[in-house]
């Protein structure tokens, strides 16, 4: 089932399975279930040309991942990066089907994009790569059929270049992309969704594991890596709410503020460019989470795997109780075993939330774009956050129960449920629920 070139998929697939034992043992008609919705239902690849400002052609690998049409069109980002390959794509694809069931609203799971890097682009190179790229796309994508979004590299500009590439290639105005600008279709609160709805997240689980450490006291102390989207909103919720932001961090390294970020530095950029302010420190080629001394909340935002089972026992030894993702697979499989044993242990111990569940806060908002876009209305942004905030409780609640259900394990002594468990549990449930009626298994 799985290429041996495919590491970060396998790691995503082993998770599932892993997580999964207790309840396929207990119902053994599902693991038919899980050998089929592990593969795609379609892969696309293509090649994309494209002209740099120099008149010289240049060529990327485009691809889009349709793994999941079972409870809606296939919704999930478009990555510009240059890592991107089917891996990493095949891994977010599935990832997605399970995170966009657990919101509850109707959309299936894939995943695109292409290995072309916006950094150091012009724009107009740049508009004329999403030319490029939707010139064979928009064959495969459509409001019912495939609605994409943006990601890493992939923000307004790009959006914006490829909703308009898409409208002359169909001539029709139609919500085949999230994250459109405000003004021609797009959500209030969308930008600003994941880092929203992974502290929604997190406050649920603080009130449950460790309230002492509640965010609208300065004496909780959270890292947070990224500088992106996600960081950088994570970063003002939990500002605004009370408690101290102790890191942020981008690819060149890591910046630490000893008494804590204000409103004022997120803004964007280059965090070395900062290295020399009163209060911060600038750390090259370092993660935050082995510089910190005394941590409560770490929230990953970066991107896959930026966790390691070293920098897991450096926030445990920090004193951490939450650990939620608002990157996709932001911990490794060994930090994840390190926090899920500490948890086991009983009270005092870290627990652990996975990015499908902790972040869909993100997707979830793009769906409610869609919901407007097919109303033909805008929600305010006090309807978008209500609704936004409704569906995080709702995600909390239902890993909360499946991991009190299927975990396998006798919850005594204090010991909290596994959200990994029961995030796994009920995304697969639902959508392998909805195959077997719509006759994909049997």
Known sequence: MVLPVEPEFQQALDELTTSLQPFLE????????????????RVLQFRVVWEDDHGVPQVNRGFRVQYNSALGPYKGGLRLHPSVN???????????????????????????????????????????????F????????????????????????????????????????????TGKGLTWGGSYIRPEATGYGLIYYVEHMIAKACPEYSLDKPSTLVAISGSGNVAQFTALKVIELGAT????????GSLIAEKGYTKAFLKGGSLESLANEQGYSYHAGKRPWTLIPTVHIALPGATQNEVSP????????AGVRIVAEG??????????????????????????????ASNCGGVAVSGLEMAQNSQRLAWTTQEV???????????????????SKWSGEELTNGVLPSLLSGANVAGFIKVADAMKAQGDWW
């Not at 095949?90 to 695109?112: R, V, Y």
């Not at 932001?245 to 060149?252: G, H, I, M, N, T």
């Not at 932001?330 to 499908?356: H, L, Q």
């Open 26 to 41: 207990a119902n053994p008609q599902y693991k038919k279930a899980l050998d089929i919705v592990q593969i795609p239902e």
């Open 86 to 132: 089917l891996s990493i794509l095949k891994f977010l694809g599935f990832e997605q089907t399970f995170k966009n069931a657990l919101t509850g609203l109707s959309m299936g799971g894939g995943k695109g994009g292409s290995d072309f890097d916006p950094k150091g682009k012009s724009d107009n190179e740049i508009r004329r790569f999403c030319v490029a």
């Open 134 to 177: 939707m010139s064979e796309l928009f064959r495969h994508i459509g409001k019912d059929t495939d609605v994409p979004a943006g990601d890493i590299g992939t923000g307004g500009r790009e959006i914006g270049f490829l909703f308009g590439a898409y409208k002359k290639l169909k001539n029709e105005f139609t919500g085949m992309l």
């Open 245 to 252: 932001v102790l890191s942020l961090s981008d690819s060149k």
């Open 310 to 317: 070293e920098e897991a026992e450096a926030l445990l030894k």
């Open 327 to 356: 990157s996709n697979m932001g911990c490794t499989a060994g930090a994840i075993d390190i926090f899920e044993a500490s948890r086991k242990a009983g009270p005092g111990g870290v627990w652990y939330a996975p990015g499908k």
């Open 385 to 403: 956050d209500a609704k936004l905030k409704g569906i995080m409780a709702e995600c909390y609640g239902i890993c909360l129960s499946a991991g």
